[in-house]
Nanobody, 118 residues
Framework: VQLVESGGALVQPGGSLTLSCAASGFAFDDYAIGWFRQAPGKEREEVSCINSDGSTWYSDSVKGRFTISSDNAKNTVYLQMNNLKPEDTAVYFC?????????????WGQGTQVTVSS
């Protein structure tokens, strides 16, 4: 199993960014994949999840600004982030939940840095 995040960058407040999580080594459309973030000095926070049935979940901190989606043909999950705020600055990780519950993650990517600053 391999998860590789990409798309992190420096962006100004109010800007947009799309992160990608490319997955391999498992039946991509059978499980749930979540996006997490961790800012310096803070605990890791789950921000979104997409399940095998296409259902999605968002934390209150990103609801209405972030959109998770998947492209099964490309084995890739995306996180579209709009109206970015400085408090969105963090390393963003994707993770695989073999139980498809969006609660119990087994495999993790290495992360991609998102910095929101003027």
């Amino acid at each position: 199993v391999q998860l590789v995040e990409s798309g992190g960058a420096l962006v100004q407040p109010g800007g947009s960014l799309t992160l990608s999580c490319a997955a391999s080594g498992f039946a991509f459309d059978d499980y749930a994949i979540g996006w997490f973030r961790q800012a310096p000095g803070k605990e890791r926070e789950e921000v979104s999840c997409i399940n095998s049935d296409g259902s999605t979940w968002y934390s209150d901190s990103v609801k209405g600004r972030f959109t998770i989606s998947s492209d099964n043909a490309k084995n890739t999950v995306y996180l579209q982030m709009n109206n970015l705020k400085p408090e969105d600055t963090a390393v963003y990780f994707c993770a695989l939940d073999l139980g498809s519950t969006c609660e119990d993650y087994t495999y993790w990517g290495q992360g991609t840095q998102v910095t929101v600053s003027s």
